[in-house]
Each structure stands twice: as C-alpha cells, then as structure tokens.
Nanobody, 127 residues
Framework: RVQLVESGGGSVQAGGSLRLSCAAS????????MGWFRQAPDDEREGVAA????????YYADSVKGRFTISQDNAKNTLLLQMDSLEPEDTSMYYC????????????????????WGQGTQVTVSS
C-alpha cells in the first residue's frame, strides 16, 4: 500500500514560483510511474507532468513545458514539481499520483492510469 501527501501550494502573483512536494510512504521499492495532475473548478483532472522512476524519463503537458520541472529527491521518497513563471491559468488543485504499472507515453499523463492519489494542494495565481 502506498500513501501520498502533497504540500507546497499557496497563493502567488503571476510570474512567481512554487515548489510542490509529494511525500510517499509505504512500499516504495518497486518501480513506479508517478505524476502531477490538476483540476480546476468545473473541469476535468488533467495530467501536468509525470516521471517513470525506472529510468527517470519525464513527460509534460504542452501547457507547462519549459516552466514546470518534475523530479525525485535523492532519497527517492519525495516527488517534486518546480513551478516557474506561473500564470493565472495555472490556478488549480494539484494532485500527486502513483502506480506500480509501467506506463507508455500514451498513458502516463492520463488520470485513469493511476490508482494511488494524494489529497491535493491548492495553487492560486493572481494577475
């Protein structure tokens, strides 16, 4: 069983930065696919960034390429999302997700691919 807890959300002005963290607990020795998703009011949950921990391959939504960076810390127990040049359109609830499955590039940014989820952390960007 895997538990995920997000932190690091908050309110910033456009152009600012935030770093989101996802602390993983439980059995973490297996290779996981992990990702960050966001869901704005009255919208569907969309994939933002993901990482295949087996080889470190990363994947990003077009809307955040060049601005967001997904990574793992050295202890491999925390998933990070560095968010730079934030825009009001980035305002959303951000969720951390994980699965033991290997996911190809067609599935790794899709919400139904994941079975472990955090509670979410709110990010608000004002103009």
């Amino acid at each position: 069983r895997v538990q995920l807890v997000e932190s690091g959300g908050g309110s910033v002005q456009a152009g600012g930065s935030l770093r989101l963290s996802c602390a993983a607990s439980g059995y973490t020795y297996s290779t996981y696919s992990m990702g960050w998703f966001r869901q704005a009011p009255d919208d569907e949950r969309e994939g933002v960034a993901a990482i295949y921990t087996g080889d470190g391959s990363t994947y990003y939504a077009d809307s955040v390429k060049g601005r967001f960076t997904i990574s793992q810390d050295n202890a491999k127990n925390t998933l990070l999302l560095q968010m730079d040049s934030l825009e009001p359109e980035d305002t959303s609830m951000y969720y951390c997700a994980a699965t033991r499955d290997w996911l190809n590039n067609y599935l790794i940014l899709r919400q139904p691919s994941y079975n472990y989820w955090g509670q979410g952390t709110q990010v608000t960007v004002s103009s």
